[in-house]
């Protein structure tokens, strides 16, 4: 029954897309889902169509809501013109009325009954959207959205930062001096996962061998998914955790993902940690900052700030000729980082940028700098930080 629900979505998507289009490229006739919508209604009454009045009504007008948001985003230069779907990549149907079995612990949907979960219900009155979903590998999943009160999920002040820099040998240097292991799940995976895919090359197109071929190589990447997101999961909650502000590099991860690295960027997954850093930080109530792009941290001496003229990659450690400080080249690059965060963040902020920033990371933001004093989470919380700020800035 949910593969029927999923294929039935995958038709009213791909079906809408094409009309939609070609409405447009035609006509310049531009459609919405209302539109779609009534030519819905007529044909379930066809009988080349009948099939389409068994499937949950709820199903079918969320994904012409979803399909009208897909053009919202592009119109809008946020995502790409919207994509057919294809049957291997799974899909989802979103349901909006789950019921009266949520407050009982059960989790009940039109049409299915009642559904054994792997995991409790999360404790909230009643979520806005349940999401049925199938992934490649053939599982499926449950996901909820519901509005909850962050202010519950703030962390304590801690009054330590720290700036962190992404590698390849180590997934993340941290200026304390901390390196951590780069999992390279894909790398463990990568000969096995050869030997399925060329396997499933010779199987014939379109015959059951090559369906069950297609599976194991799914639940491959999946397995090598999963992994790699527990090790990213850990690595950002970490921080989150023990510090109030986290500083990171501004890295162009697409145009390192053209290089000569290019599996190996795509398998540390630098632009996942940013996501990571930047959702938990505004939920704990935690500063996360970036370095401007293109600056030269790792050539760049942390102690007195002079600058090499050259630094071969091969080279971890090197002798500042200034000052005559030792570097590894990693924590010299994180502490460079993390202080020039904070600077970018000081010239931003003295600059009057409306910025919506994070309160809760007091006593770690102005610590090493005489331009701006600390100022209180309290007066932030009431919108007060940028005026004060202001008026320190004018009063040097």
């Not at 006509?27 to 779609?36: A, H, K, M, Q, Y």
Request: some cysteine; overall charge positive.
């Amino acid at each position: 029954m949910i593969d029927r629900w999923l294929g039935a979505v995958r038709w009213l998507w791909n079906t809408s897309l094409g009309i939609r289009s070609e409405a447009y490229r035609e006509c310049r006739l531009s459609l919405t889902g209302v539109d779609i919508s009534r030519w819905l209604t007529q044909w379930k009454r066809t009988p080349d169509h009948t099939w389409l009045a068994e499937i949950p009504a709820t199903c079918l007008t969320q994904c012409l809501r979803d399909q009208d948001r897909a053009f919202a985003n592009f119109f809008a230069h946020r995502a790409r013109y919207p994509r057919f779907k294809r049957k291997r990549a799974g899909g989802s149907v979103r349901f909006q009325d789950i019921g009266t079995g949520w407050s009982q612990g059960m989790l009940t949907l039109a049409k299915l009954g009642r559904l054994k979960l792997a995991e409790e219900l999360p404790r909230i009155e009643r979520p806005d959207m349940v999401t049925l979903s199938k992934d490649a590998a053939g599982r499926y999943f449950v996901s909820f959205s519901a509005e909850i009160e962050t202010s519950s999920l703030s962390l304590p002040i801690v009054n330590r930062s720290v700036g962190v820099d992404l590698g390849l040998t180590h997934l993340a240097t941290l200026s304390s001096g901390e390196k951590v292991e780069n999992p390279k799940r894909l790398k463990a995976h990568l000969r096995y996962l050869r030997q399925q895919q060329r396997c499933l090359s010779r199987r014939q197109r379109g015959s059951q061998r090559r369906e069950k071929q297609r599976l194991r190589v799914a639940k491959i990447q999946a397995k090598i998914r999963q992994e790699r997101q527990s090790a990213l999961h850990a690595l950002t909650s970490r921080l989150v955790r023990e510090f109030d502000l986290i500083a990171i590099e501004h890295l162009n991860v697409k145009a390192l993902g053209r290089g000569m690295h290019a599996r190996a960027v795509h398998d540390a997954a630098f632009g996942e940690i940013r996501r990571q850093l930047l959702y938990k930080g505004d939920a704990a109530g935690r500063v996360v900052l970036e370095a401007p792009a293109g600056y030269p941290s790792s050539k760049t001496c942390s102690h007195c700030g002079h600058l090499l003229d050259e630094l071969r990659l091969d080279q971890r450690e090197w002798c500042c000729p200034k000052c005559g400080t030792e570097h590894d080249r990693d924590i010299n690059a994180a502490c460079n980082i993390l202080h020039q965060a904070k600077s970018h963040f000081v010239r931003e902020f003295a600059g009057c940028d409306d910025r919506d920033l994070r309160v809760d990371a007091r006593g770690a933001c102005f610590d090493d700098f005489e331009f701006i004093e600390q100022v209180l989470a309290e007066e932030a919380r009431n919108g007060h930080r940028e005026h004060a700020c202001q008026e320190q800035a004018s009063s040097r």
